[in-house]
């Protein structure tokens, strides 16, 4: 990138000289980009990711099907109750032996609210088995979670 300079007598002279300071300034960011991105990019931490397994829904008497439905209804065992009832129910359940498992059934439109209440009844009245019931295109499978 040589310049033209206008001489004393008037006739350009060509200034041998590089500008090099727009390529200064774009080496700059760039390495303050890699400065910043290679860390975050060689960094990870080690975890073991747990495997999934889906178990076909075997389906005993004693068990208990608690469905939420897209609207926030629970239904137990076909039955709708409120989350006080829900509760009572459970804590109900929790003392027979052998203790029964639980297995919720929540609507794909459901919100995660209403789900995560009856799971936190459900551990709260005492409930050790508990397991989502879900409908891969296989089949229906019961993913299990034990407190």
Request: aromatic share 6%; proline share 5%.
């Amino acid at each position: 990138m040589a310049g033209a300079v206008m001489a004393e007598d008037g006739e350009d002279e060509v200034n041998p000289d590089m500008n090099v300071i727009p390529l200064v300034d774009v080496m700059l960011v760039l390495l303050i980009i890699f400065l910043i991105t290679i860390p975050a990019a060689i960094t990870t931490i080690e975890v073991e990711l747990p495997e999934v397994s889906n178990q076909v829904t075997e389906t005993n008497p004693e068990n208990v099907v608690i469905a939420v439905d897209a609207d926030g209804r629970i239904f137990w065992n076909d039955i709708t109750v409120n989350y006080e009832e829900l509760y009572d129910r459970i804590a109900e359940a929790a003392v027979i032996v052998p203790q029964p498992e639980v297995h919720i059934r929540g609507d794909v439109e459901a919100r995660f609210e209403h789900v995560g209440r009856v799971l936190a009844i459900s551990q709260r009245g005492g409930i050790l088995k508990v397991g989502f019931i879900t409908d891969p295109e296989q089949g229906a499978s019961i993913q299990r979670f034990t407190y």
